[in-house]
């Protein structure tokens, strides 16, 4: 049974940086891509960006661009989102997901339990 467990996420001031990771285990996926998604308060939940577990390549949503860099380390099964230049909107809850490589939620077949991030003014 696949398992993504995400880890990293905290408190920081604007202009700060976080490293999330997730853990995968119990499947293979070097069919999958795999996912960051985040859910504001009130808000549904929306794409961050994917790295295809295979070639590596990577898409970004528009207000990440040039601040998030995701990536992965085979070895570890880990997913790694490195998070810089915080601002108070990238406040959410971040979910790891497993899925067919799209930006669309529902294309996802597993998820992880969520990790809070908090970005303060």
């Known amino acids: 049974q696949v398992q993504l467990v995400e880890s990293g996420g905290g408190l920081v001031q604007a202009g700060g940086s976080l490293r999330l990771s997730c853990a995968a285990s119990g499947g293979t996926f070097s069919s999958y891509a795999m996912g960051w998604f985040r859910q504001a308060p009130g808000k549904e939940r929306e794409f961050v960006t994917l790295?295809?577990?295979?070639?590596?390549?990577?898409v970004y949503t528009d207000p990440v661009k040039g601040r998030f860099t995701i990536s992965r380390d085979k070895a570890k099964n880990t997913v790694y989102l490195e998070m810089n230049n915080l601002k108070p909107e990238d406040t959410a809850v971040y979910y790891c997901a497993a899925g067919r490589g799209t930006v669309e939620a529902r294309n996802y077949d597993y998820w992880g339990q969520g990790t809070q991030v908090t970005v303060s003014s």
């Open positions: 790295i295809a577990w295979s070639s590596g390549r990577t």
